[in-house]
DNA sequence: CTTATACATTGACTTAAGTCAAAAAAAATA
DNA sequence: TATTTTTTTTGACTTAAGTCAATGTATAAG
C-alpha cells in the first residue's frame, strides 16, 4: 500500500523532503481499530508511535476503582503514544477508539533514524511535545486549582471560540466530557442544570447555546456559580 | 567567563562533540538567583530555556486565590523553561528559586541552530520532554484519581527508594510537600499525624523513618487510612 | 537572649463533589 | 415498531478535604 498521500499532509511531517516522505510512506504499518477497541494499554512494551489517520482516540488514565480521566482527545492528523518513542519504554497511558479509526503506525527505529538525518522532522517533533506539555500545565492546573462549574464554562467558551459560533455541538458525549473535565456524570448533569437554570445556556442534547457569555466568562474566570 | 566544564556534564548535553560544547559556551549566558527570587512568571515571553547548575527551582501554577500547585522541583543539571522555546512563546507557570541558585540561560535561536546541526542533541531534547510528559500523567493521575493519603505514601516510598534509606529526610518544608501533593499544609499535617498514630512512620521535622513500609504500600496503591 | 517572622499543628466548621440507587430519556439492535 | 442497552438526570446521603482561627514550635534577626 502507498500512505504518500496521507503522510504527506501530516503537520508533524511538514516540510520534510519528498525523499524522507517516500521512506515513511515505506516504513509506515496502517493499522483499523473500531469503535470501543482498546488501541495500547498503559504498561505495554511500545516500539512505535502513531498518527491518526481518521477517527478519534482518547488517552486516558484509570484507577483502581475503575474511574477513568482522559488526558487527551486525539483528531485526525495528530501522533499520538509518542512518549516512549523517546523516553522509557512502555506507554504512559491507555488509548482507545471513540470512533472507527485509521492509524500509521511508526517503529522508533525508523523513525530515529529519520530524526538524525532531518532537524525539521526533528523540531516538529519538539513543538509537539512541547505543546502537549502546555496542554498537560493546564489540566493540572484545572484538576488543582480550578472547580468544576469554572473548568465546564471554561471548556463551553474554548468550543464555541474554536468553532466560531455560540451554539456548539459537543463531539464527545457527556460521561466522556465529565472525564475530560476530571469529575462524573452526575456532576456533570448538576452543574449543566444549573447554568441552564441561571440562564448562562440552553442545552438540547449535545448542543449547547451560549446565551450569557458575559457570565461564562466570569464563571471561567473564577466567579461562583450558586443555588 | 568559560562554563565550558559546568556544559560537558550536563545530561542533556551528553554525547556531543567538543565543538558544540564550545559554541554552548558562548552562548550561555550565567544567571545567579537568591532563595525566593522569581525566575519567570506565567505568560511572560521567552527567548531561550535555563539549565540549573545548582541551587533548587519550584515550577508551579497559582490559583487566582494564591493557592500554589508545584508541576516540579527542578534538581541541578536540569534544563527547565524549555516549553517555549520549541512550542509557544510564553512561559506556561511560574519559576522560583527556592534556594541560592546559579543557572545558566540559552538563546532559543542559537539553540535551535544547534538542533539542526547535531540530532544527538534533538533526541537528548526529546527524551527529556518525554519524560516530563511521563511526570506528568502520573501527576494528573494522582490529582484526579487519587486521595492526598495515597500520593503521601507514594511519595514517602519514593523517596525511600530513590535515597536508597528506612529514614528519609525532606529537601522541602511541608508546605512546599504540600503544594507538590495537590493540598494544602493542614491536610498534610493531618495525614501524617493519623500515620505517626496507626505506626506507619515516625515524624521528627523533617525526618520520616519509615517503620511499616507493607502498610505503605498498600496504602500508596489504594487502601484506606481511617481514623 | 529576646523579639520577630515564618512554619506547623490542632480544633471546629463548611463545602464541593463523590456514592448509591432509581427513574427517565435516548440510542442501538432485533 | 418493539425491546434492549446505554446514557443522562434526579434525589438522598456521605465524605474527603477545604476554610478560618488559634496556638504551638522552630528559625532567623536584632
Known amino acids: 500500500m502507498d500512505f504518500k498521500d496521507s503522510i504527506r499532509y501530516i503537520p508533524l511531517f511538514k516540510g520534510l523532503p519528498d525523499r524522507q516522505i517516500e521512506e515513511l510512506s515505506r516504513i509506515a504499518i496502517r493499522y483499523s481499530f473500531l469503535k470501543d477497541r482498546i488501541i495500547f494499554s498503559e504498561g505495554d512494551e511500545a516500539d512505535g508511535f502513531y498518527v491518526l489517520i481518521s477517527g478519534r482516540v482518547k488517552i486516558y488514565k484509570l484507577s483502581k476503582e475503575g474511574k477513568e ?11 499520538f503514544g509518542e512518549v ?6 512502555r506507554f504512559p497511558a491507555h488509548a482507545e477508539a471513540i470512533e472507527d479509526s485509521i492509524t500509521l503506525f511508526f517503529p522508533r527505529d525508523a523513525i530515529v533514524q529519520l530524526i538524525k538525518n532531518d532537524p525539521s522532522l526533528a523540531l516538529n517533533m519538539l ?18 486549582l480550578k472547580e468544576v462549574p469554572q473548568r ?3 471548556y463551553i467558551l474554548l468550543i464555541g471560540e474554536r468553532e466560531k459560533t455560540d451554539e456548539i455541538e459537543l ?29 448562562l445556556i440552553d442545552v438540547q442534547g449535545r448542543r449547547i447555546k451560549l446565551i450569557d457569555k ?4 466570569e464563571l471561567a474566570y473564577g466567579a461562583k456559580l450558586d443555588i
Open 152 to 154: 465546564l464554562a471554561a
Open 84 to 89: 516512549p518513542a523517546f523516553a522509557g519504554k
Open 69 to 79: 480521566q482522559i488526558l487527551h482527545i486525539v483528531e485526525a492528523q495528530e501522533p
Open 127 to 144: 513543538a509537539l511535545l512541547s505543546l502537549r506539555l502546555r496542554q498537560f500545565t493546564v489540566l493540572v492546573e484545572d484538576l488543582s
Open 214 to 217: 458575559k457570565a461564562l466568562e
Open 171 to 199: 463531539n464527545i458525549n457527556k460521561k466522556q466530557l465529565a472525564s475530560l473535565l476530571g469529575t462524573i456524570p452526575e456532576t456533570m448533569s448538576r452543574i449543566l442544570g444549573k447554568m441552564v437554570s441561571k440562564g
